[in-house]
């Protein structure tokens, strides 16, 4: 781990190049014009420049900006190899610069690369090349020995800052793109949970007025093929007409459900058992419930009385409504099994996808659904935290 740790690339997220702002970026620019004044006037100033050693320096000086240019390029890019070769040929380069005298382009090229492979290299070609250019300074200079240690000190403090400074916008960006991909995949989980919610609801709405309106217009077609008595008939399509009325009616509760409009719950089972002459009993201190709770219990009434009506028809039917603390509970009984079949037979007559998706609106809420035969009949219990 600790090898590692040596030839390990800082992160390349924090080298990357943010979008600068306009007065940022006249600032940059001008901060490189008065480096390159600088630059310029302590090469030339150093020495008398005639003829073609005017146009060697000038030379030089572009030389070195292009050397120091790609040796930025390539640690961004952490390529060791060209990084290396660069880092060399700028100690070279600030070695002949200081050979021809110009003295603040030599001591800008050594110190400028001991702080760039600092903060962009591993940190063992870091201390390497931050030594060959520093040394190369030392023996160069002819300050004080206060001064060149004041000095080296200066610029090894700065490149360790630097660096740390890199990690930690390297690790803030880590961090910024990881949460960007948290916050799409539940973005994603919501809306696949919505679609969900939306396919149970077309079931709860459709399944029940399009299967018994299909029961009775199927039955009008075989006694229309019987012969049976125009009245009988009339029935049947009258209660196909009537299941549609019912389905539109539905259609348009279960829009506004989407929409977040909720009938209140008492008011929706007091339509819903006075429409199916079920007897409804409601226990308990009446709240307001969040909408999924809700929703919950409307759907399971809904579904557990058409389910009386659908193969119990005649029976008696009782609706129980129970506020409790911290939950709501709803229980759907019918007194006798339906003509002609027994309760234990009712799950497999067609509503066991509707008493699957009522177990599962339950589950999602974190509560329970319970569903069965008793004394003769069925009994549904939803439990919901509420």
């Known amino acids: 781990m600790a090898g590692w740790y040596w030839t390990r690339w800082p992160s390349r997220e924090g080298l990357e190049r943010e979008a600068e702002s306009r007065p940022r970026r006249v600032l940059t620019v001008l901060g490189r014009i008065v480096l390159l004044a600088v630059v310029g006037w302590g090469t030339f100033a150093n020495g008398k420049y005639?003829?073609?050693?005017?146009?060697?320096?000038?030379?030089?000086?572009?030389?070195?900006?292009?050397?120091?240019?790609?040796?930025?390029?390539?640690?961004?890019?952490?390529?060791?190899?060209?990084?290396?070769?660069?880092?060399?040929?700028?100690?070279?380069?600030?070695?002949?610069?200081?050979?021809?005298r110009a003295y603040t382009l030599a001591d800008l090229l050594w110190i400028g690369l001991a702080v760039i492979a600092l903060v962009r290299l591993p940190p063992a070609p870091a201390l390497l090349t931050a030594t060959a250019a520093l040394g190369s300074y030392t023996a160069?200079?002819?300050?004080?020995?206060?001064?060149?240690?004041?000095?080296?000190?200066?610029?090894?403090?700065?490149?360790?800052?630097?660096?740390?400074?890199?990690?930690?916008?390297?690790?803030?960006?880590?961090?910024?793109?990881?949460?960007?991909?948290?916050?799409?995949?539940?973005?994603?989980?919501?809306?696949?949970?919505?679609?969900?919610?939306?396919?149970?609801?077309?079931?709860?709405?459709?399944?029940?007025s399009l299967s018994a309106q299909l029961v009775h217009l199927e039955a009008a077609r075989l006694m229309l093929d019987a012969g049976t008595d125009r009245e009988q008939i009339r029935e049947?399509?009258?209660?196909?007409?009537?299941?549609?009325?019912?389905?539109?009616?539905?259609?348009?509760?279960?829009?506004?459900?989407?929409?977040?409009?909720?009938?209140?719950?008492?008011?929706?089972?007091?339509?819903?058992?006075?429409?199916?002459?079920?007897?409804?009993?409601?226990?308990?201190?009446?709240?307001?419930?969040?909408?999924?709770?809700?929703?919950?219990?409307?759907?399971?009434?809904?579904?557990?009385?058409?389910?009386?009506?659908?193969?119990?028809?005649?029976?008696?039917?009782?609706v129980e409504l129970r506020y409790l603390d911290g939950a709501v509970e709803l229980e759907v009984r019918n007194s006798r099994a339906p003509r002609g079949e027994s309760s234990g037979e009712l799950a497999t007559s067609g509503s066991g996808y509707g008493l699957l998706g009522m177990r599962e609106r339950a589950e999602l809420l974190g509560g329970t659904l319970l569903a069965g035969p008793e004394d003769g009949g069925w009994r549904v219990l939803l439990r919901v935290p509420a």
């Open 50 to 100: 005639t003829g073609w050693a005017v146009a060697a320096a000038a030379g030089g000086l572009a030389a070195s900006a292009a050397l120091c240019t790609l040796y930025l390029r390539a640690t961004r890019a952490q390529r060791p190899t060209v990084s290396y070769l660069l880092g060399a040929a700028l100690v070279g380069a600030a070695g002949v610069a200081d050979w021809g």
């Open 140 to 208: 160069a200079s002819w300050a004080s020995w206060l001064s060149i240690a004041a000095t080296i000190g200066g610029v090894v403090l700065l490149g360790f800052l630097l660096r740390l400074d890199t990690e930690a916008r390297g690790t803030a960006r880590r961090l910024l793109a990881q949460e960007r991909a948290a916050r799409a995949a539940e973005a994603e989980s919501a809306a696949l949970a919505e679609r969900a919610r939306i396919a149970r609801e077309i079931h709860d709405v459709l399944a029940h």
């Open 236 to 318: 049947r399509v009258v209660a196909a007409r009537r299941m549609a009325q019912d389905g539109l009616a539905e259609t348009r509760q279960a829009l506004s459900a989407l929409r977040g409009e909720f009938t209140p719950v008492g008011e929706f089972l007091v339509e819903l058992t006075g429409r199916e002459r079920a007897v409804l009993t409601v226990t308990g201190t009446p709240r307001p419930l969040a909408a999924e709770p809700a929703l919950a219990v409307r759907r399971t009434a809904q579904e557990a009385v058409t389910n009386v009506r659908k193969h119990a028809p005649g029976a008696r039917c009782s």
